[in-house]
C-alpha cells in the first residue's frame, strides 16, 4: 500500500494515484474523511477510479481539454490508513499542509492543482500560503476561514445533528448521521427506482466506514482541533493573490455545517482571481452534484491551463478598495468587521444554545402526569 513519511514524528500518509499525464491534481479531503470520498472527482477528471497499479491504460475520459490527467487522493493524519498522533497539538492545519506538500515532494510533483473540500479547504488554503510558486489552481469545496466560522447552522436540527455525530460509537450510527450532515434532505428523500437516495446512501456509507474503521477519538479530536484553530491571515490572502493563480470557491447553499456567507465573503477577499460557484446542495456538494462540481473544476483547469485572465475568470463583483493591493485601510476594516461579526455570531450561538436547553426543559416538566379517576 503507498504511504508517504511526513517528516514529523513519524507520521505516515496513505494515498492513491489515478490516471497519467502532464496535468496533477491533488485532492484535500475534509474532517472524518478518507480519500474514497473524492472518487466521484477522480473518475471525472481521469476517467477512472481505480488506482495506478501498473497496468494502468489510457481510456477516452482521462482528458481534460486533450491533455491527460493525474490525481492523487490521500487520507490526512488521524483518519482512514494515515497515522493517527494522539497528542491534539500534532494537528492543526498548516502541519497538514506540510503533509499534503510531502506527498508532492514525495510523487515528484513540482507544481498541482490543489482541491480541498471543507477542513481539506482550509489546508488547502495554507498550501496556497506556504508554496504558492507551486500551485496552479485553487478550488475550495464548502470551505469557511476556520475559528467561529467553524460554528454551524444555529437550529434544532443542526445541534441534533452535532450531538449525534459527537455520540456515534458504530458505523451504522455514524453512517446514519453522516447522511444528514452532508446531503441536503431534498436530495436524500428523492427516489431512485423504489428506494429512496437516504436508502442507497445508507447501505454505501455503512459498508465504507466497516471497511476503513471508525475514526478515533485521538484523530476526531485532533482534526476537530484542527478547524477550530484554523485562520485564513491577511499574510495568506496577500501570497496567495499575489502568486496570481485562478481559484474557484464552490458551495452548496443547504451546507448546514460550513454557512455560504463565510465562503463568499473569503472569495471576495481573494478577487479578482476567485469566482464563486453556488450550488443546490448539501455539505457533500461533490456527491449531490458530483456534474456540476467536475464541470467546474474542469473549467478551472482548462482556465489556469490556458491562462485565462483574472478579469475574464472572476464572477464577483469589483472591490471598492480596488483589486489588486490590499491596504492597511482594508485590513484594519478586515480585522474590525470581522470581530462584529464573531461577536454577533457567538451571540446567536448562545442565545440558540440557551433556547434549546429552555425547551428542552419545559418539554420534560410538561410531561402527563398520572391522574386518577374522576370523581362523578
Known sequence: MPHCKAGDNGVSLFYRTYGRGPIKVLLIIGLAGTHVSWLPQVKGLTGTDLPNDGTFTIGDGDKVGGTGVEVC????RGVGRSSVPTKKSSYSTKR?????????????WKEAHVFGH?????IACKVAALVPNRIRSLALLNVT???????PRLDHKTLSVALRFMRAKTPEQRAAVDLDTHFSEEYLREKVGPLTRRSILYQEYVKEISSSGMQSPHGLE???????????TAADINSMRSAGFLLSVIHGRHDIIAQTCHARRLAERLQPF?????????????????EEVNEALTDLIIASEMK???RDWTN?????????????????????????????????????????????????????????????
Not at 73 to 76: K, L, R, S
Not at 145 to 151: D, E, L
Not at 222 to 232: I, P, S, T
Not at 278 to 288: A, I, N, T, W
Request: aromatic share 10%; with cysteine; proline share 4%.
Open 222 to 232: 485532533g482534526q476537530l482541533n484542527a478547524c477550530w484553530n484554523h485562520k485564513v
Open 96 to 108: 497538514m499542509a506540510k503533509d499534503a506538500i510531502a506527498i508532492m515532494d514525495h510523487l515528484g
Open 73 to 76: 487522493a490521500f487520507d490526512n
Open 118 to 122: 471543507s477542513m481539506g479547504g482550509m
Open 316 to 376: 464577483l463583483p469589483k472591490s471598492t478598495s480596488g483589486w489588486m493591493v490590499n491596504t492597511g485601510a482594508e485590513n484594519k476594516a478586515y480585522i474590525v468587521s470581522g470581530m462584529l461579526e464573531r461577536m454577533h455570531l457567538m451571540l446567536l450561538y448562545f442565545f440558540g444554545l440557551f433556547m434549546l436547553v429552555f425547551e428542552f426543559t419545559k418539554k420534560r416538566s410538561l410531561r402527563p402526569t398520572r391522574v386518577g379517576p374522576a370523581l362523578a
Open 145 to 151: 476561514g476556520g475559528g467561529y466560522q467553524c460554528i
Open 274 to 290: 476567485s469566482r464563486m460557484v453556488d450550488l443546490p446542495g448539501g455539505h457533500l456538494v461533490s456527491r449531490e452534484r458530483t
Open 308 to 310: 485565462i485572465s483574472p
